[in-house]
């Protein structure tokens, strides 16, 4: 079976495309399954008598007309790596161009649909009540529902789902009233998303959920347990970076309400932009409000990503690099350029450690990277944030700074509104804008920002604000080349918590050796192993296992218990095994049910297991 346009996709969009998805499924916790239908209307751009779906891990039961009911012959063919393609034949009367065919299909999840997380009750804060949510970027939408699972394809969706009446259901999308009670112990939520979204946007997260208001548009959903840390944490600022960001990006907020869901901290990332329902792990709640950048990164994905989408995994860089981007003018406008700096510096920091963690996989160290017939989620890596978003930084510096970007930046979210958009798209809109506008667009080294492998070639500091980094890098000094001489407790006093990270990765990024002794130290004078800032911990031990430094193994062993963030655990498992392989699959072992499968596996994979 030939893969479509996407080559990670089946889907056949170039000829039936999807122009609506109503979703109506039931949430078993018994079962620890979705079944139900989907509605999939799909639009003939050309003639063609089938429709391409991609599936994974469903059980597909039968396939109708929507509206007669009358069945449809379909059939299953499988591709390794990128899940099944089911292919519906399409009614006779529906097969050319210009006409349009409502599918449905009957079918269930089953344990291997990994883009459903379930966990029971003793994985949750309140302990009573099982928990489950889905996380379906990049390609684990077909693993929840037959769809054409490509970002090239937007179409708006309704969810209708039956969960347990002791719990909430919150989708990515409008809720349309109170939930209807069923009678029978259950009740269903109706959720719309009038706006045409990529698959991967659907979402559900289905829990013990109360509710608090955090601002004029916007609710929060948590356990009980944590919706008072919650709230406290985002409360008022989500309104403010909202605002924020319709001035960095020119156009106004389009999605109605913002919502916010706390996840476990077993979810695999910081957060997922799921619209009008941006889910957030748990273990961004620092007690101090310092990792509520994680909001402003999720916020700005309204426009890019969500609203201006990549067209193909290959352009991450146009989601990602461009909501990093947009994410530090919003903290820069609100904090000064010296903040805007600190962060600038710790991305960068951040893309050195990628560079080096991925140094055996140089395909990836492109902005876009080659990965054709590699699952998107396998090769993710912060190198499309940060090389992306210094690409930006690079270019408002050849366009005369951060007014006309923003100018820019409208007419790119205006005339790209609903779209998915390529590199070549991007490159082009931007060199008409500035063009016309006068602006020397010759010296513009296109290609070595976007073919080039690794670190680029721009001197960052000579750039940004270093206001806030020097002092920072003067404690670091004092670690790496005088022993920790004259070091003490107050040194980070009052530091903002990514300026702690900057003397990390400072030391980090220098590979030089550390003693036992001197770790110890430095631990006793910041108590870095006792921080509850799951970023500055994360750095932490991986200075330490960097050093094998053995005794932090309980710290090590805790924080991989509490964390089930990609970013963090991965690099974390590689130096554990390092050290100690065996120690390394014991911890594993223990907690091999706490972690998603987007994790899992490539945790399985480092441990040889
Ligand atoms: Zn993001």
Redesign the pocket.
Known sequence: MELGPDPHSFANFKHAKTTQIDLVLNCDFEAKEFHGHVDITVDLLQDTDVVLLDISGLKIQECSEADSGKKLDYSTATQAYCGSCLEVKLPPNACTKGSQAKVRVKYNTTAQSSGIQWLSPSQTKGGDQPFCFTQCQAIQTRTVLPCQDTPSVKAPFSFTITVPSDLTAVCSGLRQGEPTPNGDGTHTFVYHQPMPVMAYLIAAAVGKLAKASLGPRSDLYAEPEILEAARWEYDGITETFIVEAEKVCGTEYKWKTYDIVMLPSSFAYGGM?NPNATFLSSALLAGDKSLTTTLA??IT?SWC?NMVTNAFWKDFWL??GF?RYVERRILGAMFGPAYRGLQMTYGYFDLIKNCNFLAHRPYLLKLQPEIVGVDPDESFSRIP?EKGSLFLHYLEGIVGGEQPMTTWLRTYFTDFAEQSVTTDDFRDHFTAHFTKAGVDMSGVAWDHWLHGVGLPDYDIYAHIDNSMTVRCKEIAHTWLHDDGNGANASDIDGMKAHQVMVILDTIINENTHFSGDKLDRMDSTYHFSETKNCEIGFRWFLLCLKNNHRSCFEGVKAYLSRNGRGVYVKPLYVELYRVDPEYAREVYGGLSDFYMDVVAEPIKKTLEL
């Open positions: 932009e990164h999720e994905h990503g989601n990602e909501t944030y």
